[in-house]
């Protein structure tokens, strides 16, 4: 069975600063692993995921998130968050052995980036 | 493309009653999954559907059930709701469910709010 655990419930950080959302897991077999980020009144959207190959994956509007197989984590990273980030942000994993799309999340993290 | 699809989007229900939300995944995708979403308890996978099979289930009561139709369209139904139901309900949808082929993506629709009073 797989775990996940989000550190912090919430993250306050003003706009243009940095930001790390920690994220780690524990599961007996290979998991791939995921970052989703949920706005208001919306559903889920991937931000990215990690399959294989090179540890340090990057999304499409700054933020990337490098997977430790050593501390079991895949925290994500911004270095300059803007008012729009502000939302959830949940941490997934799924066996990356079975024929599943099951994913199991942690508890989401609040980002909220204050003028 | 259109993405998926859930309705309805809002519904309140009355203790005891039942319900049934409707999920039309990507066009082209078989895989479909539900998941329950409450402050208190997170995101939960209920469970996933392929070709018209149910392939893996979560750790939730015989209340919740799913089906999925031969256009890969699913439902699930919620009986006997009890007021700890009241969660916002997402579906998703992939090619297949085999996230480990790059290109597969697991995709969610906007959910569907279901409050039992």
């Known amino acids: 069975a797989q775990s996940v655990t989000q550190l912090d419930s919430q993250v306050p950080v003003f706009e243009e600063a940095p930001v790390e959302l920690r994220c780690n897991y524990s599961?007996?077999?290979?998991?791939?692993l995921f970052w989703y980020v949920q706005y208001p009144n919306q559903g889920l959207q991937l931000l990215l995921k990690?399959?294989?190959?090179?540890?340090l994956v990057e999304s499409i509007n700054g933020f990337e998130a490098e997977f430790n197989k050593s501390q079991t984590s895949f925290h994500l990273r911004k270095p300059s968050v803007h008012i729009s980030d502000t939302a959830e942000y949940f941490c997934?994993?799924?066996?990356?052995?079975?024929?599943?799309?099951?994913?199991?999340f942690g508890q989401g993290t609040t980002l909220q980036v204050k003028p | 493309k259109a993405g998926v699809t859930q309705t309805p989007r809002y519904l309140i229900k009355t203790r005891g009653q039942q319900v049934t939300l409707s999920c039309s995944p990507i066009?082209?995708?078989?895989?479909v999954s539900w998941y329950q979403q409450t402050p208190g308890q997170g995101l939960q996978f209920l469970f996933e559907?392929?070709?018209?099979?149910?392939?893996n289930k979560g750790n939730f009561p015989g209340r919740f059930s799913g089906r999925q139709f031969s256009n890969s369209r699913s439902e699930m139904n919620v009986s006997t709701l009890e007021l700890g139901d009241s969660a916002l309900y997402l579906c998703?949808?992939?090619?297949?469910?085999?996230?480990?082929?790059?290109?597969?993506?697991?995709?969610f629709g906007e959910g569907s709010w279901l409050t039992v009073v």
């Open positions: 599961s007996s077999v290979s998991v791939y």
């Open positions: 997934a994993v799924s066996e990356s052995s079975g024929n599943t799309g099951k994913l199991i």
């Open positions: 066009s082209g995708h078989r895989s």
């Open positions: 998703a949808s992939s090619l297949d469910g085999q996230l480990r082929a790059k290109g597969n993506t697991i995709y």
């Open positions: 559907y392929f070709s018209e099979t149910q392939r």
């Open positions: 990690y399959l294989s190959g090179s540890t």
